[in-house]
């Protein structure tokens, strides 16, 4: 594959993590709204909901994980650099590929494999979850395999970033 295309796919790829990341920000609003609601409810009215604790922690299950491509994308995980710090940085991009081959890639292909057996089990069974409410968890459990699929996408574009800087001396 040339240099071009590679550098297009690593384009696609970011846009769609940047492109996520923007829009599942916007979960926090339905999330704010809903805790509001619940404020008001239960302090003014004393008429406390049995559902918004439950939808809030869905909600804000839902918009973390969503969000984790977006922030690996723009380097905002926390990252140990106890080995790295100084070193230069080539050596930096050697053992994040390393990192990436021995730690990350095998955590998120499990993570992957093991959401969508939760998610096609939880649907099988047509799982709901333990409150009064007993909403499905469906929809949660299926945000678990897209995280994965959208984070390992992106840990690919980081690798290939690091692989052409030590190709090109040029960092993307």
Known sequence: MSSGKIENLLKIIDSI????GKVFSYIVV?????????VITRRFFDAPTIWTFEMSNFLFGAHFMLCAAY???YKSHVSIDLFTSHTNKKVQEIL???SYAFMFFPFMIVF???GIDFTVTAWK???TSWSVWGPSLVPIKAV???T???VLLQGIAEVIKKILYLRKGVAL
């Open 144 to 146: 678990i395999p897209v």
């Open 71 to 73: 922030g690996l994308l």
């Open 148 to 150: 994965a699929a959208l």
């Open 30 to 38: 339905p999330l704010t709204v809903l805790i509001v609601f619940e």
């Open 112 to 114: 992957l494999i093991w």
């Open 125 to 127: 069974m047509g799982e």
């Open 96 to 98: 994040g590929i390393v």
């Open 17 to 20: 993590s940047d492109w996520t």
